[in-house]
């Protein structure tokens, strides 16, 4: 299995998205609706994309929430 990576800055697509944080597909877009997950940047009628900046983000943070979950 390929490893995925998350650039610095840009774009990144859905698919990169729910594998990166394990989540389905469903599980983001009701997340999206609740203000949990950023909304999308429309590039196209439909082209839905993420920003890179957001999404590190927000796995920096849901990690950050984990582990003090797990009092470490």
Known sequence: MAQ????QTGFVRLS?????LSVSRSHWYSGVKS???????????????YRAEE?????E????Q???YEGR
Not at 4 to 7: A, D
Not at 55 to 59: G, K, M, N
């Open 4 to 7: 995925i990576t998350l650039p």
């Open 16 to 20: 990169t998205v729910l594998a990166l």
């Open 35 to 49: 203000g949990i997950y950023p909304k999308p940047v429309k590039l196209g009628k439909r082209i839905a994309v």
């Open 55 to 59: 999404i590190r983000s927000l796995i």
């Open 61 to 64: 943070t849901g990690s950050a």
């Open 66 to 68: 984990t582990e003090a």
